[in-house]
């Protein structure tokens, strides 16, 4: 078991740090390039880059991942029994995601990602958007799941581990104001503050130790660094257990006190972690790399040839800065020197006795054929490997065959494909973090909204944790949880109307076929195609009621007896 004293934590600690600052070292100085010398005059923005290959990469790529709120649809192994509890969640969670606007910490975590990774963190916090007396159910103060993005400066983990779930700890560095930690510990006694802990303590106003960018006209804040732990394997003596929704242990460990570095305490007692068992982080990376935690991003894999690009357009750009159109004029007629300067464009001077050698037109310096046909293989080779080429830009210029830009096309599609999953598998994740809390947790207790009203058939519906039939045998893991496709993607007004167009087309032209073969599970049918469409509820906009009345009236060619597929045991 890990040795969990605040000595041997705090040295795991350093060792992750040290191979976490290895991975991010070029990821400050790539966001200098990103975002130029001219966005800040406070401080040192970096330097000028003629390609901006960074801003490029992203403002083409975080769109495609995250332009919308996810929709989120939520099925159950076992609908006979759980069925109305995946609706509930279902509905709680796309009306969660709404309130507190996901979209923006989502697109903070996709530019994370392609620069390096992002980490997500969840935990919970009172939701004060709620009446107590709203419900009978509900708590004295209901519960509300939080989403925290945390810093790549600021998240550790297991410098041993090659991913999350061989993780034997994961924690992140905050940063307080000393006096609110004081008055936190003294206001709240049963939540395990050490006091006495806390007033030693250090102050720093170190930015590297207080995990943030340098800005030297900030005043000292009296601020105190710390550390939260999450070690899976702990099971304190106090936990409830796995079955009670416990799994391992949250340490809180102060950084230095008394001004040493090397002392360390737990400025809070351990405490049972409330939440699933993979744990409150979730980690947001592309690239796999073999052996290694820490994924590889597309902007770090490509870094080297950006900086080759770019250092060849400086040179090219300095060439030209240099070049100069010189006239070279025979200085022994002063006079005739004077009219050339005098002259305006395409006048004629009239000279006697011109010679060819006395006025010769030269030129100094400026790009060469060389430096330029070295940058186009350079940027071309750069676009080939991060897959940005300009149908992505929108500059579509015909120079290939319509055979070669459709293969360019569907490698592109695979590629950005490939990073949509990655995401969304995260994103996912995420989301099934809040659903544990939704149905587990007692303390959360959330009205559905109309959609909900509609869809359960309930006056006013509302979502409560802990609600669910322990009698059932059904657990958490028995919901499947998953994003409607296209969901996050942005959807332009002429797709949308070819969609809706395509709706229609598609109802009038079934319809009829309805009571003539009822034996088709037409709803299941409806809801594959409106996922194939983007259509949310195309399943819901045909009364299957009012089909299997008029399939049991008879017809030529309709039988006597309804029969879904759901009555053979097909479905």
């Known amino acids: 078991m890990l040795d969990v004293t605040p000595t041997n934590m705090m040295a795991e600690i350093r060792s992750a740090e040290r191979l976490r600052d290895g991975h991010i070292a070029g990821m400050a100085d790539q966001v200098e390039r990103f975002h130029g ?54 509905h709680g969670l796309n009306r ?27 935990t919970e916090e009172n939701n004060r958007g709620l009446n107590p007396i709203d419900h009978p159910q509900m708590p004295g103060t209901p519960m509300w799941p939080k989403v925290s993005r945390i810093s790549q400066q600021r998240f550790i983990v297991d410098p041993v581990a090659t991913c999350m779930e061989d993780a034997r700890f994961a924690g992140h560095k905050w940063v307080r104001d000393k006096a609110d930690l004081l008055k936190m510990a003294k206001d709240d006694p049963d939540a395990g503050w050490n006091a006495e802990a806390i007033e030693k303590m250090a102050t720093t106003s170190d930015e590297r130790e207080l995990g943030r960018k340098s800005n030297n006209d900030l005043p000292d804040r009296d601020e105190v660094v710390a550390y939260e732990i999450w070690v899976p394997e702990v099971d304190l003596d106090e936990s409830l257990g796995a079955d009670e929704g416990f799994h391992g242990t949250i340490y809180t460990i102060s950084v230095n006190t008394s001004g040493d570095d090397e002392k360390t305490a737990f400025i809070r007692k351990p405490r049972p972690y409330y939440g699933p068992r993979w744990g409150p982080y979730v980690f947001f990376g592309l690239y796999k790399v073999p052996d290694s935690f820490y994924p590889l991003s597309p902007l770090v894999a490509v870094e080297g040839q950006i900086r080759d690009l770019n250092n060849h357009v400086e040179s090219a750009s300095n060439s030209a ?39 010769v037109q030269a030129e100094i310096g400026g790009m060469t054929q060389q430096q330029l046909a070295y940058i186009q293989t350079a940027r071309d080779r750069l676009d080939r490997n991060s897959g940005i080429t300009d149908a992505q830009r929108g500059n579509v210029e015909g120079r ?120 088709v599970n037409w709803s299941a049918l409806y809801k594959r195609l409106g996922d194939a469409l983007n259509v949310e509820g195309l399943d819901e906009m045909v009364d299957m009621g009012v ?25």
């Open 400 to 519: 290939g065959t319509a055979t070669e830009v459709a293969v360019a096309a569907e490698a592109h599609t695979v590629r950005l494909a490939y990073i949509k999953q990655q995401f969304a598998d995260s994103v996912v994740q995420g989301l099934k973090t809040i659903a544990w809390f939704f149905y587990y947790d007692d303390r959360v207790v959330i009205p559905l909204g109309q959609e909900g009203q509609e869809a359960l058939g309930v006056e006013e519906p509302w979502l409560v944790g802990g609600d669910h039939d322990p009698e059932s045998g059904a657990t958490f893991d028995d919901l499947e949880l998953e994003i409607e496709p296209h969901s996050m993607e942005r959807t332009t007004e002429s797709t949308h109307s070819k969609r809706i167009m395509e709706m229609y087309q598609l109802l009038m032209q079934t319809a009829p076929m309805m009571p003539q073969m009822p034996w």
């Open 547 to 571: 089909v299997a009345q008029m399939g049991g009236q008879g017809g030529p060619e309709a039988p006597g007896e309804v029969r879904y597929a759901n009555d053979v045991g097909v479905a």
């Open 321 to 359: 800065a240099k070049y100069k159109k010189l006239i070279l004029v025979d200085n022994t007629d002063p006079k005739f020197v004077q009219r050339v300067k005098d002259a305006r464009s395409d006048f004629v001077i009239p000279v006697s006795g011109l010679e060819k050698q006395r006025v």
């Open 96 to 122: 969660w995601v709404r309130e507190v606007r996901l979209r923006k910490i989502l697109t903070e975590l996709a530019t994370d990602m392609v620069f390096n990774f992002g980490v997500l963190l969840v």
């Open 37 to 90: 010398p001219y966005y800040s005059e406070v401080s040192d923005t970096g330097a000028y880059n003629g390609e901006n290959h960074y801003y490029e990469y992203v403002s083409l790529i975080v769109p495609r991942l995250v332009y919308d709120t996810p929709r989120v649809r939520v099925r159950t192994r076992r609908p006979g029994t759980q069925g109305m509890v995946a609706e509930a969640t279902r």
